[in-house]
């Protein structure tokens, strides 16, 4: 990543280019098994997907974040352009009158854990086309936020479009796609879970964020649930613990994080530091004590408050 001159005071922006879904949540005590019926209750539903849900935390911090995402023209794709509508998101969707809007149904267990089945077909129909005419108004020092939703060649054709104009890329790679092992070069930020980091290198902790780091990615920041988070960034790796918090759903939560923790690095415009990820674990502690996704997340006024916290005290 090129660095913006420190003469040009223009405030740094994000672009998201993800999928955009609506979120139907089932409070469930125990998961079905193969053949078996179980009783749950209705939570809620809403806005979600994983490109939206970083954008929107994104946006509450105060960063111009632009979305960029395909939806269907059916009542699914009305719904979320309406529901965008409420968010200080800036929406770039593209309309696919041929396929049914991306959906997650999400069954949420009384310990908090949480099993999802999502589509991706409106999300896969996006194409570096889609996108090349949103990377032109970038500038060198904003942010470029990827998942693994898109089509493999689409990635990693933004992530070198990225490189070329010194964009911040960052890459999350979930839904997990073992090729996207071949972009890591190109990324600027990796975030992974444990799971995550275990299948692209064979390591856990501290080991797998040293590999990662040796793989080519400047940062890499390794969320471990309620231990906190690994920040790898130069020589160092430096674990933040969590904040405590009641859990009632972890749906969301890590893309909260991963928003927030961008959102404070760019409004200081700094890189990925400890006091950006204490900010993401505040925001992602808050999320998870509610039910769903966006909904969960703290208000703008909300995370105005955790951002003007910088470190805990």
Known sequence: MTETPQTDARPRRALVFGNAAIDEVFQVRDLPAAGESVLGRAGHTGLGGKGTNQAIALARTGVPT???????????????????GHEPVEP??????????????????????????????????????????ELAGARPGDAMLLQG??????????????????????????????????????????????NEARALTGC??????????????????????AEGALLGSGADILHVPARP????DVTGAGDCFEGVAIGSALRRRTRLDEIAIRHAGRAAAHTIGSLGTARAFPSPRRMSEILDDLLDR
Request: proline fraction near 4%.
């Open 66 to 84: 632009r979305l960029v995402a395909a939806v269907g023209t059916d009542w699914h794709g009305r719904a979320i352009r309406d529901a965008l």
């Open 92 to 133: 770039a969707l593209v309309d696919r009158p041929d396929i049914p809007s991306d959906r997650s149904i999400i069954f949420a267990q009384e310990d908090g854990d949480n099993v999802i089945v999502t589509t991706n077909a409106c999300a896969r129909s996006l194409t570096f086309a889609d996108c090349r005419a």
């Open 245 to 248: 918090a009641e859990v009632v």
């Open 149 to 194: 939703n898109l089509d493999r060649d689409v990635t990693a054709a933004l992530c070198r479009a990225g490189r070329d104009r010194g964009l911040f890329t960052v890459l999350n790679p979930s839904p997990f796609d073992a090729g996207l092992r071949d972009l890591l070069p190109l990324t600027d930020a990796l975030f992974v879970n444990a």
């Open 204 to 225: 856990a902790g501290r080991d797998a964020v040293a590999a990662l780091r040796r793989a080519g990615v400047a940062q890499v920041v390794l969320t471990l649930g």
